[in-house]
């Protein structure tokens, strides 16, 4: 789950104090399946637009200015949502940070075997990434003082940071993020025909919420851990992906509590969630192996008595579908959403 950079955010601003807490619950198991792959239309195997070959000039998230000679071939890549991009642009990194996190976290693009598994997000193991000889390195900082920057200027390849959240418009941050890396790999032909689709996709979703007439349309999406025997929920807010994205489809997100600055999460207990009313609960559905968090819940008389619980409207997003991800992990939300609220 996220680890690295939220955690530095959640921290500062004292709203999360454990790892289990930054965006994410605990390591990741390797039990998530079952998540459709998000828009099949658009598989690599059939791909035909092309690549560009000239020179790139990109300014990245930190504001710096990235010069590559021809697009980036051989990329090494540090963050999920970043290798969902570039697997997306039917490109396959030569190297990636946990593998295994990855595959059981984001089910949006199936990373093949073959790139070079470099350690954890946060901490890389540097020698096993530029063993890879890539010639673009895409990571997710946190500010320009993030220790993997510093680190990364060391060495003579080029290195693409990219924002990985903006709570003022995460969509549109999101949407940013893939084109930012596609005029990096030259892919960007193919990168507008995605975002094509995922627009087409969202227009449909909208509409199929509107034909289902539902009797509320107030919801909170959460994951959540368990310490010390006890629950914490991290419900996601206003300025979070998957919460915009379903008050995109005209739902409205019913958690008006504190949130981080950089991905819109709060945190509560099982009690300060009765302040959502009668709204529907949706939660992530990948098996934490640290501890399963709703039958924990079930365990709680205050969480039995939530209208959502006694009515039946505690819905499992399909395991693996991706809540930092791109637009094929943003696709299969707006899917979870309309599948769980129209079946």
Not at 253 to 280: K, R, S
């Amino acid at each position: 789950m996220k680890t690295r950079s939220t955690t530095a955010t959640l921290c500062a601003t004292a709203l999360l104090t454990t790892l289990l807490g930054a965006c994410g619950t605990t390591d990741p198991g390797t039990g998530a399946t079952g998540a459709p792959a998000a828009n099949e239309s658009l598989d690599c195997a059939d791909d035909t637009t092309t690549t560009s070959t000239g020179p790139v000039s990109l300014t990245d998230a930190l504001g710096r200015t990235v010069e590559l000679d021809q697009p980036a071939q051989r990329v090494a890549v540090l963050e999920w949502q970043q290798i969902e991009d570039v697997l997306t642009l039917c490109l396959t990194p030569v190297a990636v940070a946990d593998v295994e996190g990855y595959r059981t976290w984001n089910t949006a693009e199936e990373l093949p075997d073959g790139a070079a598994d470099v350690g954890g997000r946060g901490e890389p193991n540097l020698d096993a990434l530029f063993a890879a000889n890539p010639d673009l390195v895409i990571i997710e900082p946190f500010g320009a003082d993030d220790a993997v920057v510093e680190q990364l200027a060391e060495y003579d390849v080029p290195v693409l940071a990219t924002k990985g959240a903006d709570t003022a418009d995460p969509i549109q941050n999101m949407l940013d993020t893939f084109s930012l890396i596609a005029e990096a790999t030259g892919r960007q032909e193919r990168a507008e025909l995605v975002v094509d689709e995922f627009t087409t996709g969202l227009e449909q979703a909208k509409q199929d919420v509107v034909d289902a007439d539902l009797a509320t349309t107030e919801f909170i999406y959460f994951d959540g851990w368990i310490q010390g025997g006890n629950v914490t929920l991290r419900p996601f807010g206003q300025g979070s992906l998957v919460g915009e994205l379903g008050e995109e489809l005209g739902l409205t997100n019913a958690w008006t509590g504190e949130v981080d600055p950089v991905y819109g999460l709060g945190q509560t207990d099982i009690e300060g969630v009765q302040a959502v009313g009668a709204a529907t609960f949706f939660h992530t559905g990948t098996v934490d192996p640290a501890g399963d968090v709703l039958a924990e819940l079930a365990k709680n008389s205050v969480w039995d008595s939530l209208p959502a619980v006694t009515e039946g409207r505690v819905y499992a997003f399909p395991p693996g579908v991706w809540t930092f991800g791109g637009p094929r992990s943003s696709q299969q939300i707006l899917d979870a959403y309309v599948d769980l609220l129209t079946s």
